[in-house]
């Protein structure tokens, strides 16, 4: 089946040690998104690829970069994660922009100690 | 940007009650989604309704565009339902989805 897969689930990261995020697509959709959830809150874009072309959100700390090498995988990489980055971060895709139906992979629960 | 205010913020009931959830957004949108966010936390996508009404078995859902509310219902609910229901929109102007605050929905046995 197609899908959005994210590893790991779980991830555990000492304060201010540098952290990936991987997501994998097997859609072949133009558009990968990153969000960050808080406990209770709703989810937060924190930037998107359409294709190659990357979008920032104008208040996505500088903390928080990606990397899409190829159509399948996108990174989020966290170069010095304070305790207020503990969240769970969500891949989603869309075929295009056009489109704008997206599909969730399942997220990976970020803990920083 | 576009406003989006989900209502109830809480919701309990009783398995096999009946509930209506709702969406109001600011502005036109080009998209509405409705995800259940399971207790693993994983977005589960309900409805893709920008317009009109959809099913899916015991649930469904009514986008009235024109006066920009959104409403999802769920029949004979169960203790699976639980969890919190999120609508999300993008509008006309743009490209990311917006979400509301989401409904938390507890069905007890």
């Known amino acids: 089946d197609a899908m959005v897969i994210q590893n790991p689930r779980y991830q555990v990261t000492q304060f201010g040690k540098p952290v990936t995020l991987s997501c994998s697509q097997t859609?072949?959709?133009?558009?990968m998104y990153w969000y960050q959830q808080k406990s209770s809150q709703a989810p937060k874009l924190l930037f998107h690829?359409?294709?190659?072309?990357?979008?920032n959100e104008a208040d996505t700390p500088d903390n928080f970069q990606s990397r899409r090498p190829n159509t399948s995988f996108c990174f989020l990489d966290i170069r010095s994660p304070g305790l207020g980055d503990a969240a769970m971060y969500l891949c989603?895709?869309?075929?295009?922009?056009?489109?704008?139906?997206?599909?969730f992979g399942p997220g990976t629960r970020l803990t920083v100690l | 940007g576009i406003q989006v205010e989900q209502s109830p913020p809480d919701l309990i009931l009783q398995e096999g009650a009946n509930s209506t959830l709702r969406c109001n957004f600011s502005d036109s949108v080009n998209n509405l989604q409705w995800f259940h966010q399971n207790p693993w936390g994983q977005l589960i996508n309900l409805f893709y309704i920008p317009s009109g009404t959809k099913q899916n078995g015991r649930l469904s859902a009514t986008t009235v565009a024109t006066e920009r509310y959104s409403l999802l219902y769920i029949s004979s609910s169960q203790t699976t339902d639980s969890g919190v229901y999120f609508c999300a929109v993008e509008e006309t102007s743009g490209s990311r989805l917006t979400f509301g605050e989401g409904t938390q929905l507890t069905v007890n046995p």
């Open positions: 690829y359409y294709d190659k072309d990357f979008n």
């Open positions: 989603a895709t869309s075929r295009d922009h056009a489109s704008g139906y997206q599909f």
């Open positions: 859609l072949n959709h133009n558009v």
